[in-house]
């Protein structure tokens, strides 16, 4: 995927489909009546942020360090398919699958409690994992010469982590809205159900969170082909 196939993937990827089926896709208005890329990160980035991200433009462009070749890289990369592999593990909640066909409101409240304390949890865990391989990444690529994108990703980084966990705070409250809704509706709603919801939210979050990652991953393959 190219870096423009990644940037419109971060405005429209499965993560904002999903919170728009679920009815909580609405955005602020974008006043400037621009519906460009540009237009709309230049909602999100502040004057400070685009004195850091000038700076990070004006880094200053040095030849690849000789020895870095493309096995070695791979090498490097591989743990961005084995971490994918790792946190795209379902969910285990074993109080879904334990509650009777016919669940009242309560053992549906009680199930989403369990799964939505896992679901913290592996949010954490992502966060963590991914923020330490980006950095990583990062590294690899002023290694090889790439100082200026490596300094533009992190200060991408910082720039649009907040207007990203604030996207991931509007998936959890469109998760327990939908908790709340099937348990008024407890005759139609099945546990299994809201665990559905939990695997879909977290596949659309987590392809979300991947995405930085694997725009590095193409930049560091490009620079040991060229």
């Excluded at 728009?20 to 602020?28: K, M, N, S």
């Excluded at 369990?114 to 590294?139: E, V």
């Excluded at 002023?142 to 720039?159: K, N, Q, Y």
């Excluded at 005759?187 to 939210?201: M, V």
């Amino acid at each position: 995927m190219d870096g423009g196939r990644k940037a419109a993937a971060l405005m429209e990827g499965k993560i904002v489909h999903l919170l728009e089926e679920w009815g909580a896709g609405h955005e602020p208005p974008n006043t400037s009546g621009d519906t460009g890329l540009a237009a709309r990160l230049g909602q999100w980035v502040g004057w400070r942020d685009a004195v850091d991200l000038a700076a990070a433009l004006s880094t200053p462009v040095r030849a690849s360090r000789i020895g870095l070749s493309l096995p070695s890289v791979e090498r490097d990369l591989a743990s961005i398919s084995d971490l994918r592999t790792r946190l795209a593990q379902p969910l285990e909640v074993p109080a879904l699958g334990d509650r009777p066909a016919e669940p009242s409101m309560n053992d549906i409240d009680a199930s989403f409690a369990i799964g939505r304390r896992l679901y913290l949890a592996r949010r954490q865990a992502a966060a963590r994992a991914i923020g330490s391989l980006r950095s990583c990444l990062r590294a690899l690529l002023v290694e090889m010469g790439a100082e200026r994108l490596a300094a533009i990703d992190a200060v991408m980084e910082r720039v649009l982590g907040t207007r990203q966990e604030a996207l991931y705070v509007r998936l959890l409250h469109a998760l327990e809205r939908r908790a709340c809704a099937r348990a008024t509706e407890a005759h139609s709603a099945t546990p299994p159900a809201l665990l559905e919801d939990l695997h879909k939210a977290w596949e659309a979050e987590l392809e979300y969170r991947l995405l930085p990652l694997e725009g590095l991953a193409d930049a560091l393959r490009a620079r040991t082909t060229n």
